[in-house]
């Protein structure tokens, strides 16, 4: 009862921190991946890399490159279409066309989403090392 009352009182006086502590651009970035790529839509590229910057897509889009070779990830144009592991082979040769061409990043439907956990994982490698 002892530690209460002090706490009490220390809450009285403004002593007492309340509400979650800061968080850091990793752990923006860790949840804005995790909830994004929860979603049918995924994770808009654009945003991610101006928020973020656009060496953490590169970085995104190399560790995704096997996924998509097996079908478990899909990148997307600015119109929504798939874009071909052949093609998104060649985008990655070129870092200047990576940071423009993909602009989504979603787990297939349904491989993906049933790997997502370690998919999602994978990203939190890159992101947040």
């Keep these: 009862m002892k530690e209460y009352t002090g706490y009490v ?12 502590s800061p968080r850091t651009v990793q752990d923006m970035t860790t949840d804005v991946v995790m909830h994004s790529l ?10 991610f890399g101006e928020a973020y910057g656009s060496s953490i897509v590169i970085s995104l889009c190399k560790a995704y490159k ?27 040769v070129n870092e200047d066309e990576t940071e423009r061409s993909p602009a989504y990043i979603r787990l297939s439907d349904p491989d993906g989403f049933l790997l997502s ?13």
């Design 117 to 129: 956990n370690e998919l999602i994982s994978l990203a939190f490698e890159v992101v947040a090392p």
């Design 9 to 20: 009182e220390k809450m009285e006086n403004d002593l007492v921190e309340c509400g979650e």
């Design 38 to 47: 929860r979603t049918s839509r995924g994770l808009d590229l654009k945003y």
């Design 66 to 92: 096997p996924c998509v070779e097996s079908g478990q990830v899909v990148f997307l144009d600015e119109e929504g279409r798939a874009i071909a592991a052949d093609q998104f082979n060649t985008l990655l």
